[in-house]
């Protein structure tokens, strides 16, 4: 399998922040969730990605075409979808599509009027009475529509209730079915990843933590718990970080299978969720 997104090196650096070596490949046909705390660079790295911004070194190819060089040709194939809504708001869903559909040479009508019918929304409303979650589909309608390769979302799901998100995650399950199409899915709700991801990049402070498959991630980390009698110099090397109270500790490990032959009799050990490696990951020990 190719890859559709290649990141090497990628450097970005500001007064308070750095974005530094960033490096990771997003595969053909797979769904890509990219986590982190606020602050930890996810945002800076999609700007980077769709030319937003100017990095400072590193090298971004899409579809294996440098993305400074062949900048138009590489968003005629990207849908990108902000938690933002950046449309014109006292038009309607109708009156906009005209004004983008110029910009894409492979757009379709026919496709676009299906997601219209599909996801129920109203076609001469105003965009400002449209509520979030409408806005979202119609901003996917328009990324799906000129036949795009690469989807690449900024906190979809966020502020949408229950039921909407499970709807969206729905609607990406289904887009992914072309095994051309990828997604690179930037989102702090970890629950919907574990739904849909087929790999996962977690950073932090500017820094990659990790890019691996969620199945890889899912089975090799662990939440440790016991007594406090359990922790020397040499058990707690064996975590990433540890949470101690006056009852016991909780820590995550990355390898649980090494944690179940040092605690097993001694402790509980059990699954960690993404939510719990990204947590104990970003708290450290306390």
């Not at 990628?10 to 602050?39: A, E, H």
């Not at 900048?71 to 950046?86: H, S």
Request: hydrophobic share 35%.
């Amino acid at each position: 399998m190719d890859n559709i997104l290649e990141i090497k090196n990628l450097q970005k650096s500001y007064k308070n922040f750095t974005l530094d070596n960033l490096s990771f490949n997003v595969k053909r046909g797979s769904v890509m969730g990219f986590i982190g705390p606020n602050g930890s660079g996810k945002s800076t790295t999609i700007k980077l990605i769709m030319n937003l911004i100017k990095k400072d070194s590193g090298d971004i190819n899409v579809f294996g075409l440098d993305n400074l060089k062949y900048n138009k040709e590489i968003k005629q194939k990207i849908g990108f979808v902000y938690d933002e809504n950046y449309f014109y708001e006292e038009l309607n869903i109708i009156e906009m599509k005209n004004i983008l559909r110029p910009f894409y040479k492979s757009w379709n009508d026919i496709l676009f009027e299906k997601y219209i019918k599909d996801f129920e929304l109203p076609k001469k409303n105003k965009i400002k009475t449209l509520s979030k979650g409408m806005k979202m589909k119609f901003s996917l309608a328009v990324a799906l529509c000129h036949n795009a390769q690469l989807i690449i979302m900024d906190e979809p799901t966020s502020g949408l209730d229950p039921v909407f998100r499970s709807e969206l995650l729905d609607i990406f399950y289904n887009i992914i079915q072309d095994e051309n199409v990828s997604i690179f899915f930037s989102t702090h709700i970890t629950t919907d990843l574990e739904k849909i991801a087929d790999y996962i990049t977690f950073i932090n402070k500017g820094k990659l933590v990790f890019s691996q498959t969620k199945d890889e991630i899912i089975d090799n980390y662990g939440l440790v718990k016991g007594s406090k009698e359990l922790l020397d110099n040499d058990t707690r090397r064996e975590f990433v970080s540890i949470k101690e109270n006056d009852y016991g500790f909780e820590a995550l490990t990355k390898d649980i299978t090494k944690a179940r032959k040092i605690f097993t009799g001694s402790g509980i050990i059990e699954k960690a969720s993404l939510e719990d490696i990204l947590v104990y990951s970003v708290r450290g020990n306390i």
